[in-house]
């Protein structure tokens, strides 16, 4: 069975892989805060970036897989993946890397595949690449680079601040002229979940399979949980549509593992 080390697991993304993996793998996480449920769980372990060397838990847990879900301060993840990745070059391990679609955010013109070339405008899109150029040194059997764009669900962040901004009678930003795709958290671990346990590897775009403008999504969003009349902040980044969406050409995944717009929007009312 595949020892598994979510790093970051007590996040919302890692919490979710860790929930949909543990049932079939032998499934560790990690978490960085005091937290008493996390602290009984005997599967989990505190571990702090700023301050501790995770070579050491990696030594003591010897995962075959690791997936990087972490959060917090760049220059402190930035060290801890050049940890990891040489540990695992002298181990029988992968890392699983969380990137994003803002590894693309310089390029506006058309949406971007899997072996397009990256550039960033942004400090989030930057550090996402210095990782994923670290890792893509490596031979292609020792990592997944698994990029993501906005991700939605009843219980994500950004439905939870979209519901607290409305209550708040404060404005939602959107962007009119940004075409996107998006993905909800639930398929997100399904298909994270399959890349897994058919042991894939190389780079994945895990987008829905169309796109929309994002003042579009939001609206319809607004439109689903019921939130009438919100107040729209528009913001123009630039004068022509920009693209900002991730989708696969090499690396598709079974259909039923690929996600719509329409899916995405209709997940963020069912829990």
Known sequence: MKKILIIGASGFIGNALYKELNSYFDTYGTYCTDNTFFEKNQKFFQYD???????????????????????????????????????????????????????????????SYEHDKTLSDSVFGRFKIKIENALMRLPTNKYVIARVPMIFGATTPRVQE??????????????????INVTSISKLTQQIHYIINRNKKGIYHLGSTDLIYHLDLIKEICDRLQLDDPIFKQVFDSNNDRYLAVLPKDNKLPKNLQTTTQAVIDSVTIK
Not at 83 to 100: C, M, N, P, V
């Open 49 to 111: 970036m700023e301050l501790e060397d995770i070579t050491i838990l990696l030594n003591n847990l010897k995962p075959t897989l690791i997936i990087s879900a972490l959060r917090g301060n760049f220059n402190s993840q930035i060290d801890a993946h050049q940890r990891i990745i040489a540990w695992i070059k002298t181990h029988r391990s992968k890392l699983l890397f969380i990137s994003s679609a803002n590894v693309f955010d310089s390029f506006s013109n058309y949406p």
């Open 162 to 179: 979209l519901k607290t901004r409305y209550d708040l009678k404060a404005p939602i930003e959107v962007f009119p002229n940004v075409i």
